[in-house]
């Protein structure tokens, strides 16, 4: 699958896209396996596993400490062929 970047994300632009499509998620971290979460998941995904766990929705008061588990993502936009849409996530512990 060719794929592109178009731009770093929020949080904020993440709830705009699953307004306006579904999309796929896919994590990228070193030393652990990628996940990929498909456009079907990706609601759930979002509301049970990931929202809270963004970066930069602490990034005027950022503190580990609102991260229990130790790590937050950083989320970039991709496009891929067939206009399919994929939020690539860092981790960042």
């Known amino acids: 699958m060719k794929a592109w970047q178009v731009r770093f994300i929020t ?13 796929m ?11 990929l979460v498909g456009k ?10 990931l929202r809270f766990l963004m970066c930069d929705r602490h990034e005027h008061d950022f503190s580990w400490d609102k991260f229990p588990d130790g ?16 939020v690539l996530l860092t981790m960042h512990h």
């Not at 079907?40 to 596993?49: A, I, K, L, N, V």
Request: charged letters at 30%; hydrophobic letters at 35%.
């Open 11 to 23: 949080s904020i632009a993440i709830e705009a896209l699953l307004r306006s499509r579904p999309v």
């Open 25 to 35: 998620f896919a994590t990228n971290h070193i030393n652990h396996p990628g996940r």
């Open 40 to 49: 079907d998941d990706c609601h759930r995904f979002w509301e049970e596993e």
């Open 71 to 86: 790590y937050c993502y950083g989320a970039a936009e991709w496009h891929a062929e067939g206009d399919e849409v994929v």
